[in-house]
């Protein structure tokens, strides 16, 4: 690899000095090193997309860019970092791996949802549908492959990729699944029922998360999140379609560190 492109959250490296050592560092190494700015877009002959920030940043970039098949290496500024390859303090020793060629590429799988007949979004961690505005639970049900699943009164669900198991998924009770399978994690959040545990599909299946009215036949408003970037308000009637993206995300690693290490270090005294 020689050529970069770097993606840096500004808020994390305000002045861009980690930014700029990289890019230096790739140069005085004889490679290409480009930076995002805003508005901009991709190159077409680049090797390699840096991502610095932490998990946010990385999502944030593969919804952003899905369709092509330049794999993005994560650079941790945040906390735990679950999906970030790399901590600044091992850049240097990194990006020598980088150039080297001594890596492998992850796929991960995105989730396509659309909202009505709005343009689709892609999601790598998730689709959330939850409570807009009043503190109250919400009616929906939802249907796998045209077929009514169940009926729930909750503060809302997650519709979750492998990759995003350990995010809002875990917090809400949901099962760990291993980043590179490939499935659906359905997962109530706060539901008002007994059984309310979550429900693991098949890749190839089709959800449907349709709004029902509220209480007294009122109008119901809630809210569906992709990967908690973007935000559409949908109304009674309404209905989500989610499906596997043709697209996926394609991260570097640079370890050979099995994902139930990773997990077991980033989860002490969590």
């Known amino acids: 690899m020689k050529r970069f492109y770097i993606i840096t959250n500004r808020t994390k490296d305000k002045d861009l000095e980690v930014t700029k050592n990289i890019q230096a560092y790739i140069e005085n190494k004889g490679g290409v090193c480009m930076l995002a700015e805003e508005n901009d877009s991709m190159p077409d002959d680049v090797d390699c997309i840096l991502v610095l920030g932490g998990d946010g940043t990385l999502i944030r970039a593969a919804r952003e860019l899905p369709s092509g098949d330049v794999p993005m290496l994560g650079i941790n500024m945040g906390t735990l970092g679950y999906l970030t390859e790399v901590e600044v303090s091992d850049l240097e020793k990194s990006i020598d791996q980088l150039m080297a060629g001594e890596i492998y590429v992850e796929k991960r799988m995105l989730l396509q949802g659309q909202v009505k007949d709005q343009v689709p979004n892609l999601a790598l961690n998730d689709i959330v549908l939850t409570r807009f505005g009043k ?22 669900v997650i519709v979750s990729t492998p990759t995003g198991s350990t995010a809002y998924n875990l917090s809400a009770g949901g099962p760990i699944v291993a980043p590179t399978a490939s499935l659906i994690v359905i997962t109530p959040i706060c539901s008002h029922a007994l059984n309310t545990s979550s429900i693991v599909l098949s890749a190839e299946d089709e959800i449907v998360l349709e709004v029902c009215e509220g209480r007294d036949g009122d109008i119901e408003e809630a809210v569906v999140s992709f990967d908690g970037v973007e935000d559409i308000i949908v109304h009674t009637g309404d209905r989500i379609q989610i499906r596997k993206a043709e697209a996926t995300a394609k991260l570097v690693k640079l370890s050979k560190i099995s994902f139930l290490e990773i997990m077991r270090e980033k989860m002490k005294g969590n």
């Open 135 to 156: 503190v109250r639970v919400i009616q929906f049900r939802i249907y796998v492959n045209g077929e009514l699943l169940n009926t729930y009164r909750a503060d809302g």
